[in-house]
Protein backbone atom coordinates (compact mmCIF):
# COMPACT_ATOMS: atom_id res chain seq x y z
CA UNK A 1 0.00 0.00 0.00
CA UNK A 2 3.03 2.90 0.85
CA UNK A 3 4.44 1.82 -2.62
CA UNK A 4 1.29 2.18 -4.32
CA UNK A 5 0.63 5.22 -2.33
CA UNK A 6 4.17 6.87 -3.36
CA UNK A 7 3.36 5.86 -7.04
CA UNK A 8 0.51 8.50 -6.74
CA UNK A 9 2.49 10.62 -5.44
CA UNK A 10 5.10 10.69 -8.11
CA UNK A 11 2.68 10.94 -10.49
CA UNK A 12 1.17 14.17 -9.24
CA UNK A 13 4.66 15.61 -8.97
CA UNK A 14 5.27 14.83 -12.71
CA UNK A 15 2.10 16.91 -13.98
CA UNK A 16 2.51 19.84 -11.42
CA UNK A 17 3.59 22.08 -13.66
CA UNK A 18 0.53 21.57 -16.14
CA UNK A 19 -1.90 20.73 -13.39
CA UNK A 20 -4.17 24.11 -13.34
CA UNK A 21 -4.04 24.07 -17.07
CA UNK A 22 -5.43 20.86 -17.39
CA UNK A 23 -7.59 20.57 -14.48
CA UNK A 24 -9.58 23.93 -15.70
CA UNK A 25 -9.81 23.29 -19.46
CA UNK A 26 -11.01 19.55 -18.79
CA UNK A 27 -13.63 20.59 -16.32
CA UNK A 28 -14.16 24.16 -18.63
CA UNK A 29 -13.69 26.11 -15.39
CA UNK A 30 -17.15 24.68 -13.44
CA UNK A 31 -14.52 23.30 -11.05
CA UNK A 32 -14.55 27.07 -9.40
CA UNK A 33 -17.84 27.43 -8.98
CA UNK A 34 -17.80 24.07 -7.06
CA UNK A 35 -15.21 25.79 -4.47
CA UNK A 36 -16.93 28.59 -4.17
CA UNK A 37 -20.23 27.23 -2.77
CA UNK A 38 -18.84 24.70 -0.94
CA UNK A 39 -16.85 27.84 0.75
CA UNK A 40 -19.45 29.25 1.05
CA UNK A 41 -21.97 26.62 2.32
CA UNK A 42 -18.40 25.69 5.41
CA UNK A 43 -18.58 29.58 6.40
CA UNK A 44 -22.47 29.52 7.16
CA UNK A 45 -22.60 25.86 9.11
CA UNK A 46 -19.27 27.37 10.91
CA UNK A 47 -21.54 31.07 11.75
CA UNK A 48 -24.83 28.72 12.54
CA UNK A 49 -22.74 27.33 15.52
CA UNK A 50 -22.31 28.31 19.31
CA UNK A 51 -19.41 29.27 21.21
CA UNK A 52 -17.54 31.39 18.41
CA UNK A 53 -14.96 34.22 18.91
CA UNK A 54 -16.98 37.78 18.88
CA UNK A 55 -15.42 40.68 17.14
CA UNK A 56 -14.06 43.71 18.77
CA UNK A 57 -17.08 45.50 18.33
CA UNK A 58 -19.16 42.79 20.25
CA UNK A 59 -16.43 42.68 22.91
CA UNK A 60 -16.43 46.12 23.77
CA UNK A 61 -19.99 46.69 23.73
CA UNK A 62 -19.52 44.02 26.46
CA UNK A 63 -17.64 46.01 28.74
CA UNK A 64 -19.11 49.44 28.32
CA UNK A 65 -22.40 50.50 30.54
CA UNK A 66 -25.83 50.11 28.14
CA UNK A 67 -25.69 52.98 25.79
CA UNK A 68 -27.35 53.91 22.41
CA UNK A 69 -24.48 53.31 21.00
CA UNK A 70 -23.97 49.77 22.71
CA UNK A 71 -27.74 49.30 21.32
CA UNK A 72 -26.63 50.01 18.05
CA UNK A 73 -23.57 47.98 17.93
CA UNK A 74 -25.25 45.09 19.33
CA UNK A 75 -28.23 45.09 17.41
CA UNK A 76 -25.50 45.40 14.14
CA UNK A 77 -24.25 42.40 15.64
CA UNK A 78 -27.50 40.38 15.47
CA UNK A 79 -27.44 41.09 12.05
CA UNK A 80 -23.93 39.87 11.08
CA UNK A 81 -22.57 37.36 12.48
CA UNK A 82 -19.63 37.31 14.67
CA UNK A 83 -16.04 38.24 12.89
CA UNK A 84 -13.11 35.64 13.65
CA UNK A 85 -10.14 34.85 13.80
CA UNK A 86 -10.17 31.61 11.70
CA UNK A 87 -7.57 28.78 11.30
CA UNK A 88 -8.30 26.83 8.11
CA UNK A 89 -6.52 23.59 6.63
CA UNK A 90 -6.86 22.37 3.35
CA UNK A 91 -5.48 19.01 3.14
CA UNK A 92 -4.07 17.59 -0.36
CA UNK A 93 -3.86 20.97 -1.30
CA UNK A 94 -2.65 20.73 -4.61
CA UNK A 95 -1.38 24.16 -6.13
CA UNK A 96 -2.98 25.73 -3.67
CA UNK A 97 -6.89 27.10 -5.16
CA UNK A 98 -8.60 25.83 -2.19
CA UNK A 99 -6.68 28.06 -0.02
CA UNK A 100 -7.21 30.88 -2.09
CA UNK A 101 -10.70 30.72 -2.12
CA UNK A 102 -11.30 30.24 1.38
CA UNK A 103 -9.71 34.13 1.46
CA UNK A 104 -11.91 35.41 -1.15
CA UNK A 105 -14.69 34.00 0.25
CA UNK A 106 -13.92 35.03 3.79
CA UNK A 107 -13.11 38.59 2.48
CA UNK A 108 -16.13 38.85 0.93
CA UNK A 109 -17.86 37.82 4.39
CA UNK A 110 -16.12 40.02 6.20
CA UNK A 111 -15.10 37.26 8.20
CA UNK A 112 -10.87 36.98 9.36
CA UNK A 113 -8.55 34.31 8.44
CA UNK A 114 -5.96 34.70 10.77
CA UNK A 115 -3.86 31.50 9.27
CA UNK A 116 -4.48 28.71 6.03
CA UNK A 117 -2.29 25.85 6.35
CA UNK A 118 -1.55 23.99 3.24
CA UNK A 119 -0.72 20.29 3.45
CA UNK A 120 -0.26 17.88 0.51
CA UNK A 121 2.23 15.55 -0.12
CA UNK A 122 3.91 16.35 -3.45
CA UNK A 123 6.55 18.54 -2.85
CA UNK A 124 6.41 19.85 -6.95
CA UNK A 125 3.06 21.00 -6.25
CA UNK A 126 3.24 22.95 -2.84
CA UNK A 127 6.25 24.98 -4.92
CA UNK A 128 2.95 26.08 -6.87
CA UNK A 129 1.37 26.95 -4.55
CA UNK A 130 3.59 28.95 -2.74
CA UNK A 131 4.27 30.68 -5.98
CA UNK A 132 0.30 31.33 -6.46
CA UNK A 133 0.02 32.01 -2.77
CA UNK A 134 3.00 34.80 -2.50
CA UNK A 135 1.47 36.31 -5.91
CA UNK A 136 -2.11 36.99 -4.85
CA UNK A 137 -1.61 37.30 -1.01
CA UNK A 138 0.66 40.05 -0.59
CA UNK A 139 -1.89 42.46 1.09
CA UNK A 140 -0.74 43.48 5.06
CA UNK A 141 -4.28 41.93 5.71
CA UNK A 142 -3.48 38.79 3.94
CA UNK A 143 -3.53 35.82 6.57
CA UNK A 144 -0.25 33.74 7.82
CA UNK A 145 -0.03 30.93 5.25
CA UNK A 146 1.80 27.88 6.18
CA UNK A 147 2.45 25.40 3.61
CA UNK A 148 4.00 21.98 4.57
CA UNK A 149 4.89 18.72 2.74
CA UNK A 150 2.39 16.00 4.54
CA UNK A 151 -0.04 13.18 4.51
CA UNK A 152 -4.08 12.96 5.29
CA UNK A 153 -3.30 9.95 7.19
CA UNK A 154 -1.20 11.71 9.82
CA UNK A 155 -1.13 15.29 10.47
CA UNK A 156 0.55 15.55 13.37
CA UNK A 157 2.18 19.04 12.50
CA UNK A 158 -1.38 19.90 13.57
CA UNK A 159 -2.82 19.55 17.44
CA UNK A 160 -5.38 18.33 18.31
CA UNK A 161 -8.52 20.26 18.19
CA UNK A 162 -6.83 23.17 16.49
CA UNK A 163 -8.34 24.30 13.45
CA UNK A 164 -11.98 25.82 12.47
CA UNK A 165 -12.37 24.37 9.00
CA UNK A 166 -10.49 21.87 7.41
CA UNK A 167 -11.20 20.70 3.81
CA UNK A 168 -9.94 17.88 1.11
CA UNK A 169 -10.47 18.90 -2.43
CA UNK A 170 -10.53 16.27 -5.06
CA UNK A 171 -7.71 14.64 -2.72
CA UNK A 172 -9.82 12.23 -0.41
CA UNK A 173 -10.11 9.30 -3.39
CA UNK A 174 -6.27 9.40 -3.86
CA UNK A 175 -5.87 8.64 0.09
CA UNK A 176 -5.55 4.48 0.45
CA UNK A 177 -5.87 4.72 3.97
CA UNK A 178 -9.22 6.08 4.11
CA UNK A 179 -10.38 5.61 7.59
CA UNK A 180 -7.02 6.82 8.78
CA UNK A 181 -7.65 10.44 7.28
CA UNK A 182 -11.01 10.14 8.60
CA UNK A 183 -9.46 10.09 12.21
CA UNK A 184 -7.28 12.71 11.71
CA UNK A 185 -9.71 15.00 10.07
CA UNK A 186 -11.76 14.57 13.09
CA UNK A 187 -8.75 14.39 15.55
CA UNK A 188 -7.36 18.41 14.40
CA UNK A 189 -10.95 19.81 14.45
CA UNK A 190 -12.32 22.20 17.09
CA UNK A 191 -15.79 21.16 18.54
CA UNK A 192 -18.60 22.76 16.05
CA UNK A 193 -15.79 22.81 13.71
CA UNK A 194 -16.47 22.32 9.68
CA UNK A 195 -15.81 19.38 7.26
CA UNK A 196 -15.45 20.16 3.57
CA UNK A 197 -14.64 17.28 1.25
CA UNK A 198 -15.09 17.76 -2.10
CA UNK A 199 -14.70 15.05 -4.80
CA UNK A 200 -15.80 13.11 -7.53
CA UNK A 201 -17.15 9.90 -5.88
CA UNK A 202 -18.14 6.31 -7.09
CA UNK A 203 -21.65 6.32 -8.45
CA UNK A 204 -23.13 2.86 -7.72
CA UNK A 205 -26.31 3.39 -9.70
CA UNK A 206 -25.11 5.68 -12.66
CA UNK A 207 -27.62 7.31 -14.64
CA UNK A 208 -27.44 7.78 -18.52
CA UNK A 209 -25.84 11.19 -17.88
CA UNK A 210 -23.83 9.39 -15.34
CA UNK A 211 -22.89 6.78 -18.38
CA UNK A 212 -21.80 9.66 -20.86
CA UNK A 213 -19.58 11.50 -18.22
CA UNK A 214 -17.87 7.73 -17.52
CA UNK A 215 -17.44 7.43 -21.28
CA UNK A 216 -15.85 11.63 -21.92
CA UNK A 217 -13.55 10.55 -18.68
CA UNK A 218 -12.16 7.04 -19.82
CA UNK A 219 -11.92 7.77 -23.64
CA UNK A 220 -11.26 12.27 -24.06
CA UNK A 221 -9.86 13.24 -20.88
CA UNK A 222 -6.84 11.22 -21.07
CA UNK A 223 -5.94 12.11 -24.57
CA UNK A 224 -6.58 15.87 -23.95
CA UNK A 225 -4.51 15.40 -20.39
CA UNK A 226 -1.91 14.07 -22.40
CA UNK A 227 -1.87 16.80 -25.40
CA UNK A 228 -1.25 19.12 -22.41
CA UNK A 229 0.60 17.11 -19.72
CA UNK A 230 2.48 14.47 -21.79
CA UNK A 231 1.03 12.09 -19.24
CA UNK A 232 -1.46 9.68 -20.62
CA UNK A 233 -1.34 7.45 -17.25
CA UNK A 234 -1.96 10.11 -15.11
CA UNK A 235 -5.46 11.28 -16.61
CA UNK A 236 -6.27 7.68 -17.25
CA UNK A 237 -6.03 7.84 -13.42
CA UNK A 238 -9.06 9.43 -12.56
CA UNK A 239 -11.38 7.36 -13.94
CA UNK A 240 -10.15 4.57 -12.04
CA UNK A 241 -9.66 6.47 -8.73
CA UNK A 242 -13.54 7.44 -8.40
CA UNK A 243 -14.63 3.54 -9.62
CA UNK A 244 -12.55 2.40 -6.19
CA UNK A 245 -13.88 5.24 -4.46
CA UNK A 246 -16.54 5.62 -1.80
CA UNK A 247 -20.21 7.14 -2.63
CA UNK A 248 -20.95 10.37 -1.51
CA UNK A 249 -23.66 8.45 0.84
CA UNK A 250 -21.03 6.08 2.10
CA UNK A 251 -18.83 8.94 3.62
CA UNK A 252 -21.58 10.52 5.22
CA UNK A 253 -22.67 7.79 6.93
CA UNK A 254 -18.62 7.30 7.76
CA UNK A 255 -18.52 11.17 9.06
CA UNK A 256 -22.21 10.34 10.91
CA UNK A 257 -20.50 7.14 13.03
CA UNK A 258 -17.51 8.98 13.97
CA UNK A 259 -19.45 11.87 15.32
CA UNK A 260 -20.00 14.55 12.46
CA UNK A 261 -23.18 15.90 12.90
CA UNK A 262 -25.32 18.05 10.27
CA UNK A 263 -23.91 16.23 7.08
CA UNK A 264 -24.64 17.58 3.65
CA UNK A 265 -24.63 15.93 0.50
CA UNK A 266 -24.43 18.36 -2.30
CA UNK A 267 -24.21 17.26 -5.79
CA UNK A 268 -22.56 20.27 -8.72
CA UNK A 269 -23.66 19.93 -12.19
CA UNK A 270 -25.89 17.35 -12.65
CA UNK A 271 -23.69 14.96 -9.97
CA UNK A 272 -20.77 15.30 -11.80
CA UNK A 273 -18.79 16.32 -8.37
CA UNK A 274 -20.36 16.25 -4.84
CA UNK A 275 -19.79 18.02 -1.51
CA UNK A 276 -19.84 16.51 1.69
CA UNK A 277 -20.02 18.88 4.64
CA UNK A 278 -20.09 18.03 8.16
CA UNK A 279 -20.05 19.60 11.65
CA UNK A 280 -17.99 18.15 14.34
CA UNK A 281 -20.42 17.13 17.37
CA UNK A 282 -19.47 16.92 21.10
CA UNK A 283 -19.06 13.74 21.81
Not at 6 to 12: A, L, N, R, T, Y
Not at 68 to 75: F, N, Q, T, W
Not at 164 to 175: E, P
Request: hydrophobic share 40%; charged share 25%; with cysteine.
Amino acid sequence: MASKQKQIVSMFDNIAKDYDKANHLLSLGIDISWRIDACKRAYKALQSTPNKTPNKAESNAENKPASKIASKVASKAEQNPPTQNLKIADIACGTGDMLLQWHTQASRQNLIIDTLIGIDPSKEMLKIAKQKIQKKLQSSKSPKVLIKVGEAKNLSMLEKESVDILSISYGLRNVLEYERALSEFWRVLKPSGVLVVLDFFKKPNPSLLDRFVGIYTRTILPFVGWAISRNYEAYKYLPDSMDSFVSPQKLAQDLQSLGFKQVQIKGYSANISHLVLGVKGKL
